[in-house]
Structure formats: C-alpha cells, structure tokens
C-alpha cells in the first residue's frame, strides 16, 4: 500500500461564491507524488465552509494515518503564498456559509495537545521558515510566514488537525485566483511546499 499524503481546499463561500482559489489549486495536484522513487497517494478533498463539515472530516482524514496534511485557503488581501504558524482554540464567532454557529467559540482539544493547562494556540512543527526562504531562491512565487490565519473556517480546521498531529500538519492562504498567480501557478508552489515538507519528516525518520 503506498503511503498517503492529504491535501484539502476550501468550496464556496461569501466573496467567493464563484470558485474558491484555493480548491481551484488543489484540484490540479497530481493524484500521485514520488520521493526518492516511492510513490505517494495524493488525495485531495473539497471542504464546504462550514463547521459540521470541517467536524466530519478532520478525523476521516487521520483515520487514513497520512504521512501529511496540507489544508490550504484562499486570503483575498494578499499578495504572497502565506505558509501559517499555527492557530487558535478562540473566537470562532463568526457564521459559517450554511449560517450556522459553534455552540461555543472555545475549542476543546482532545489530541495530543490536550492537558490540565489553558492552551490558547497551537502550532506546526514543520520548519515554514526555512521552507519559505528556500521557496524564495527557488521559485518566482512570493512564500512568506504567517501568524494570521484568522478566526474562521481557515483557522478551525488547522487548530482542529494540530491538536491531532502537529508534526504532519500545515496550512497555506493563497491570494485570489490572478493576483498575482495563476491556479497552475499557485499549484506548483503548494506541490513545492509539500515536496519540502515530506523532506524534511523524512530527514526526521517520520515517515512511516
């Protein structure tokens, strides 16, 4: 069986009714990647902007035991392809596109980051800062880190998969589609991302 990397973006939503950057991305991914001549299942989900869904969906997704996560989002006031921290267990107030609310804006975490303690923020262990300045030698794409992945559906599924496994998981906002990039060429950017990403568990040992 080969091993598994997901990678999911985002359906329709308000200011994005149309087609939403991120899935138009994704959705271009090849369905299989290879490292050092092993073959990777590529799989990519379309996630509707809603809560129940990102419920439904995150632990699928870890149930299948993928080697990576990659969520990615659209950001409609950037320029750059924004490779994000980590995110917050607060202040998802906000209604979803189907108009509904959480019960309550604080997120319990129930995986590995779950203790006694307050925790506010969780984040990725994946090394985002050496992986954008290395995508900035080496693409004509513009890669920076981020700490603004927001208080909506971007922010909750990512809080939602690190408190799984903040060693497997990352999120990426990328700009509309043509500013500046092309879907094909925001695509090649987030296969680079995950290229690095793979890399650097495997220098790990966390891949199997």
Same mark, same amino acid.
């Given at each position: 069986m080969p091993k @598994? !990397?997901?990678? @999911? *973006?985002?359906g329709p939503f308000r200011g994005h009714e149309n087609r939403n950057a991120s899935w138009e991305a994704v959705r271009l991914l090849?369905?299989? =990647?290879? =490292?050092?001549?092993?073959?990777?299942?590529?799989?990519?989900?379309?996630?509707?902007? @809603?809560?129940?869904?990102?419920?439904?969906?995150?632990?699928?997704?870890w149930d299948t035991k993928p080697c990576l996560v990659v969520h990615v989002g659209v950001h409609g006031h950037i320029d750059t392809?924004?490779?994000?921290? *980590?995110?917050y267990t607060t202040g998802? &107030?906000?209604?979803? =596109?189907?108009?509904? &609310?959480?019960? &309550?804006?604080?997120?319990?975490l129930r995986g590995k980051s779950s203790s006694g303690e307050e925790c506010v923020a969780l984040t990725t262990n994946l090394d985002i800062e050496r992986i954008s300045q290395e995508l900035n030698l080496e693409?004509?794409?513009k890669c920076y880190c981020s700490t603004e992945v927001g208080n909506y559906l971007c922010g909750y599924i990512y809080v939602k998969s690190l408190d799984?496994?903040?060693d497997r998981t990352l999120f990426i906002h990328v700009p509309d589609i043509g500013k500046p990039y092309s879907?094909?060429? @925001?695509?090649?950017? !987030?296969?680079r991302v995950i290229e690095k990403c793979i890399?650097?568990?495997?220098?790990k040992n966390k891949l199997s």
């Open positions: @598994t !990397i997901i990678v @999911t *973006g985002f090849p369905d299989v =990647f290879h =490292f050092k001549d092993q073959p990777f299942e590529l799989r990519k989900y379309e996630v509707p902007v @809603t809560y129940e869904a990102v419920d439904r969906l995150v632990p699928l997704i392809i924004n490779l994000e921290y *980590g995110s998802y &107030c906000k209604p979803d =596109f189907a108009n509904r &609310c959480l019960p &309550c804006d604080k997120i319990s693409t004509n794409t799984v496994d903040p879907s094909e060429e @925001t695509k090649a950017t !987030i296969y890399r650097e568990l495997s220098a």
